[in-house]
């Protein structure tokens, strides 16, 4: 078993930066990719970063593409997000995620954190 802890988030005016983190445990983090996702209120869930568990190879979702910024730290056992130029539309619970399958942690990972809200005042 696997568990993801994030942290990070909270209030911040539009056109500001947050630095989102997610610790692991329990399992070799390194042998997993590791994604990020996030939901707004009355919305689905969507699809923010992916990277893969050496941490050459991200994937982004449209929306955040240029502003936003994932990465890893196997040594920590935590992979992070770097949120830049934030706008309203970000506004959302951000939640880590992590599989072993490259396709599957972009789709429907095996494992989740709690979740960490992320505000974004106009």
């Known amino acids: 078993q696997m568990e993801l802890a994030e942290s990070g988030g909270g209030l911040v005016q539009a056109g500001g930066s947050l630095r989102l983190s997610c610790a692991a445990s329990g399992r070799t983090f390194n042998n997993y990719h590791a994604g990020w996702f996030r939901q707004a209120p009355g919305k689905e869930r969507e699809f923010v970063a992916v990277?893969?568990?050496?941490?050459?190879?991200?994937v982004y979702g449209d929306s955040v593409k240029g502003r936003f910024t994932i990465s890893r730290d196997n040594a920590k056992k935590t992979a992070f997000l770097q949120m830049s130029s934030l706008k309203p539309d970000d506004t959302g619970i951000y939640y880590c995620a992590a599989d072993t399958s490259w396709s599957r942690v972009r789709i429907n990972p095996a494992y989740w954190g709690q979740g960490t809200q992320v505000t974004v005042a106009s």
């Open positions: 990277v893969s568990w050496s941490g050459t190879l991200t």
